[in-house]
């Protein structure tokens, strides 16, 4: 049976339409006058001509196949799938934040620079830093914003400083970040308890390094002990220290960057503060910085005189702006949201649960998958998938087995340091029975692999497409509709 997702340009009747417009009230422009020729479409656009039923079964149905946190669990460690409260969605629609023009009056705006205000307060308390700014738009972004001002920083001073040091297990993202900041990157290798080599770093830091950047705890769930001696050796070096809190799931309200000596933070509000990602939103990625960055945040910043909140640009040493207007505001709504009803010990309890969450899973999947970091761990943890390799069966065909059960599997191959990786992050909001039950299937996974390991192999069973040919998916992308190649992708 062909979907009915992929019918939507057979089932199109020229002249169907699927929305009822009112008559123009406005002034018929001569696009002739407007546009050079080139610019203009000479033919209409070859789009479906649909009902608003079909269109309505067309999206639904494409939904169905998607899989999404609220449908199932997804315990992808590093980017924290947790739960998206509703009540975020309710506020974010509020008209005072939903129908405002980002040109409009100060003075009208009020309410919303005052969230703007209160969240970056907020998030400042939360990360021990001194300011935050809220433009960034992603994690990755976050990371570039932190960069350009170690760069300002230094180059203040009068230094021009070319290195970035990186952990091994360190979130690709962060060496990218470096490169595209100017940034020469060096990696540290981690010692065999998954942590910094305190021996490695020294080694590599010197008047030359701009800044380490470091996960704590790192991507391997595990908590750096020695972040105060480590900040010690970077900053007598003259370094800073940059902390990646894309995931702070382990660490709120217990400890924050500040404490352990970091000078500049980002946050992914996508992740740790439940705002929808992975196709479900645009996300934001504050940066938190300690007193003697302020100077250089991005402009506008959202201040305060007296009892009115205003946008100050008047920064001669900032890096300058780095998004239009002030962030994902929607997304910074339902983040303060979130923080507002959770509350400090609220969030707290987030970080107990999660970590017990994880050191639950961890302890139940042991004693069937090799354990390289068996001690206890925050947020996440990683078990590889040696044992089953050995058997002729990949950490790749036990996560497309998950599958078949309705689960999206964790986080494979990454970190990088660990072979045949699976790095597990359930989160805070799954219940015991979800935990147990998903306990379950990794182990008859690993019980199948012994006694039928075909059924692995050739998994997912139960899915609209199997395995996909990932390289050419990648080569060859069919990005757009055209007949000839629907006939072949329905076929094959
Ligand atoms: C997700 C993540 C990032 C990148 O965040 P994006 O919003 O995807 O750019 C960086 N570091 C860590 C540890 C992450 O988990």
Known sequence: ????????????????????????????????????????????AELPEVSELQLVRHYTALSNKNHGVDNGFYPLGSCTMKYNPKINEDVARFDGFSRIHPYQPVETVQGALRLLYELQEELAVITGMDAVTLQPSAGAQGEWTGLMMVKAYHE????????????????GTNPASATVAGFKTVTIPSNKDGLVDLEELKKHVDGDTAALMLTNPNTLGLFEKEILDIAKIVHEAGGLLYYDGANANAILGKTTPGKMGFDIVHLNLHKTFTTPHGGGGPGAGPVGVKKKLIPFLPVPRVDKDGDRYVLDTNQPLSIGRVKGYYGNFGILVRAYTYIRTMGPEGLRQVSESAVLHANYLRKKLEPYFEAPYSQVCKHEFVLSGSKQKKLGVRTLDMAKRLLDFGYHPPTIYFPLNVEECLMIEPTETESKETLDAFADVMIQIAKEVEENPGVVLEAPHTTVIGRLDEVQAARQPILRYKKEERKETVKS
């Open 156 to 171: 203040q001073k009068g230094e021009k400083r070319t290195k970035v040091l990186v952990p091994d297990s360190a979130h």
């Open 1 to 44: 049976m062909v979907e009915y997702s992929e019918l939507i340009f057979e089932v199109s009747r020229p002249g169907r339409v699927g929305a009822s417009l009112p008559a123009s009230d406005v002034e018929k422009v001569d696009l002739q006058e407007l546009l050079p020729k080139h610019l203009i479409r000479q033919d209409a």
